[in-house]
């Protein structure tokens, strides 16, 4: 089962958008690094860089 999946399953529960987005980063990245930026306590922007390995 996936993040997302694992966070919807709590029923009507509804997950805050930002949280939503770091868990769908979260779902589809294999490598690379997610930086969360917060300003005064608060998440205001999320920063993905995805990085691709190839086999020598």
């Known amino acids: 089962m996936s993040t997302l999946e694992?966070?919807?399953k709590g029923g009507s529960e509804?997950?805050?958008r930002a949280v939503?987005?770091?868990l769908e980063a979260?779902?589809?990245l294999k490598f690379g690094a997610i930086q969360?930026?917060?300003h005064?306590?608060?998440l205001v922007q999320v920063d993905v860089t995805e990085r691709h390995r190839y086999p020598n």
């Open 20 to 22: 939503q987005t770091v």
């Open 36 to 38: 969360l930026t917060v």
């Open 14 to 16: 509804q997950v805050p």
């Open 6 to 8: 694992d966070a919807a």
């Open 40 to 42: 005064e306590g608060r």
């Open 26 to 28: 979260l779902d589809k």
